[in-house]
Each structure stands twice: as structure tokens, then as C-alpha cells.
Nanobody, 124 residues
Framework: VQLQASGGGSVQAGGSLRLSCTVSGRPFNDYYMGWFRQAPGKEREFVSTLNYGSRRAYYADSVKGRFTISRDNAKDTVHLQMDSLRPEDTSVYYC??????????????????WGQGTQVTVSS
């Protein structure tokens, strides 16, 4: 099983980026697919996650209203559209897949499969 993330880069504040993560090796029916990020010297933090049917999306308060998660199950791909980017969004972004329960849906430990990370840098 592999998760391959792409789409990172460098933008100025206020700009946009779209991250993508493709799963290969097995189908991820009934799995949540999400995004986390980790800045140097900080713990990995939850960004967003979405269930298989795309009816339940969760966002960190810091990105709510600016980021949008979506998934294409036919292509085993999840996207993260990031708009109105801020310097504090600078981080390595990781995609993840798992079957969390609602009480730990934002916990990195609830996701068992991870991609390699893609760097997002936002300059002021």
C-alpha cells in the first residue's frame, strides 16, 4: 500500500495550492482520507479529513473556510484545495488513510497509512 502526495510548492500569502494524494495497492473503501501537517520543531497536526462517501468532512479551526477537501474514489485520490494561504500554513503536508472513530478523528495515531509528505511554503 502506497500513498503518494503531490502538489506542494512555494506561493505568496493569499495564494492557492492544490495538494493531491493517490492510493495504490488496495482499495480504501470505508476509509477516511485526510491531511496532516508538520512544521519544523512542532508536532504533526490535523488539517482535514473526509469519509469515503464525501459526506462528512472535518477541518482544523485554523484552516476552516480556506481549505477544501475532496476525494475521487474511482481514482483513489484525495485533494486538498488551499486558498488564502498564510505564512503560518508553511509546513510539510502528509496525506493519511485510516478508520478513526469520531472521538479521535483528528488524531494522527488513528491513521495507519501515510504518504511521504510534500512541502508547502508561504511567503509574506
Amino acid at each position: 500500500v502506497q500513498l503518494q502526495a503531490s502538489g506542494g510548492g512555494s506561493v505568496q500569502a493569499g495564494g492557492s495550492l492544490r495538494l493531491s494524494c493517490t492510493v495504490s495497492g488496495r482499495p480504501f473503501n470505508d476509509y477516511y482520507m485526510g491531511w496532516f501537517r508538520q512544521a519544523p520543531g512542532k508536532e504533526r497536526e490535523f488539517v482535514s479529513t473526509l469519509n469515503y462517501g464525501s459526506r462528512r468532512a472535518y477541518y482544523a479551526d485554523s484552516v476552516k473556510g480556506r481549505f477544501t477537501i475532496s476525494r475521487d474514489n474511482a481514482k483513489d485520490t484525495v485533494h486538498l484545495q488551499m486558498d488564502s494561504l498564510r505564512p503560518e500554513d508553511t509546513s510539510v503536508y502528509y496525506c493519511a488513510a485510516g478508520r478513526p472513530i469520531l472521538s479521535n478523528i483528528r488524531a494522527a495515531s488513528a491513521y495507519k497509512n501515510w504518504g511521504q509528505g510534500t512541502q508547502v511554503t508561504v511567503s509574506s
